[in-house]
């Protein structure tokens, strides 16, 4: 973690902040391991403006509805912000409104530290990701803003949803005869295939939830996962609901926090379940879960640690048995743990077709 302090006066340091920006372009997961901080932020600075930066259209909805959010401004590196002039228009806007303390999650990007030089001068922290120990990425972010007098009060995550979007899944849910049985959502994509367990799998899971639980089964994703969406709905004998590349990102929000339970590799909608509430069961091949696990009370980490290459960080499997880290999770206990949750949930619940309580 650094400070940078580039201020026009000695006195500016000691001033309480009355606009903030924080920058991060980053993914759906990085930016809600991010929500814990702002809720910090504003506990400490109640009558702060607090802006946030996020790196492309799609991730505003993450913050649309966040009462702790003044505004939020799109850096697009990849797409709108590749023309420089752009990105000056961008530097210009952040110059007219005046920061005095910009936040830069996102650090080893030029072009970010281009854009915080038009709020100079303000303070500057910059967060540097933890490496002397293995440390969750959200008391990770929490750290960059001890500087303030800020320490770690909780490390749940947050995610708004407005009315309409509450309203989207309680339709949908009535609609398929969900309204009625426990749902449980299989999200069987990830921003790497080294962090995905096979469609087979899934799709036996899916059926023995449907068999032998009577829940409603709910496959959820984006664009990407359409062929694994497919592949997994053509295997299961007890058709799923497919709701993969089908929702805005909020409405997949509420559909998961109607759902009784989320099963999932380490991904974006993984994070997005427990910022609205719901139970995950985390399939965690090499990663290590205490970085990028699921945060709060209630969820399931399955994991075989006895691998000998477990954990690795590798782009690419270099195990002669490919991926053998997330073939050893079983369907068997990932069923287990899903049937065990219920039951702790609802402990009165004896029949297979009972309704889950939320």
């Known amino acids: 973690m650094a400070t940078v302090k ?34 910090a932020l504003h506990r400490r600075f109640p009558h702060a ?85 293995i440390i969750h990425a959200v008391r990770d972010h929490l750290k960059t803003v001890g500087p303030l007098g800020i320490f770690p009060d909780g490390d749940e995550l947050d995610l ?74 053509a295997r299961m004998h007890h058709k799923p609901l497919n709701m993969v590349n089908k929702t805005t990102m909020l409405q997949l929000g509420a559909v998961l926090s109607n759902c009784a339970l989320l099963v999932s590799g380490d991904t974006g909608p993984m994070h997005m379940a427990t910022a609205v509430g719901t139970p995950v069961v985390a399939l965690f091949g090499a990663i290590d879960p205490q970085r990028t696990g699921p945060v709060g009370e209630g969820h399931r980490v399955i994991r075989h640690p006895e691998i000998y290459c477990v954990p690795c960080n590798a782009k690419k499997c270099h195990n002669p048995h490919y991926l053998e880290c997330m073939e050893r999770i079983s369907v068997e206990e990932v069923f287990a743990a899903v049937e065990q949750m219920l039951a702790e949930r609802n402990p009165d619940c004896s029949s297979s077709t009972c309704r889950l309580e939320r």
């Open 49 to 133: 403006h607090i802006d946030v930066m996020v790196g492309n259209a799609a991730s505003v909805d993450l913050f649309r509805h966040h009462p702790d959010i003044t505004d939020i401004l799109v850096y697009d590196r990849r797409g709108e912000h590749r023309s420089f002039n752009a990105l000056l228009s961008l530097w210009r806007q952040i110059k007219s409104r005046s920061y005095d303390l910009v936040i830069n999650f996102q650090r080893s990007n030029l072009k970010t530290w281009f854009l915080t030089s038009a709020a100079l001068p303000c303070r500057i922290l910059v967060y540097h990701k933890t490496r002397t120990q």
């Open 160 to 233: 708004y949803l407005a009315e309409e979007h509450r309203r989207y899944a309680a339709e949908l849910f009535e609609s398929h005869g969900f309204d009625k049985r426990p749902v449980i959502a299989l999200n069987p994509g990830a921003s790497n295939l080294i962090k995905c367990w096979s469609t087979h799998q899934f799709a036996s899971l899916g059926d023995r939830l449907a068999d032998e639980l009577g829940a409603g089964v709910i496959v959820v994703g984006g664009r990407g996962e359409r062929e694994l969406a497919h592949d997994i709905c």
């Open 6 to 39: 580039i201020c026009s006066n000695k006195d500016t340091l000691n001033q309480k902040p009355q606009n903030i920006l924080i920058i991060k372009p980053g993914a759906m997961g990085d930016l809600l391991h991010l929500t814990p901080t702002i809720r």
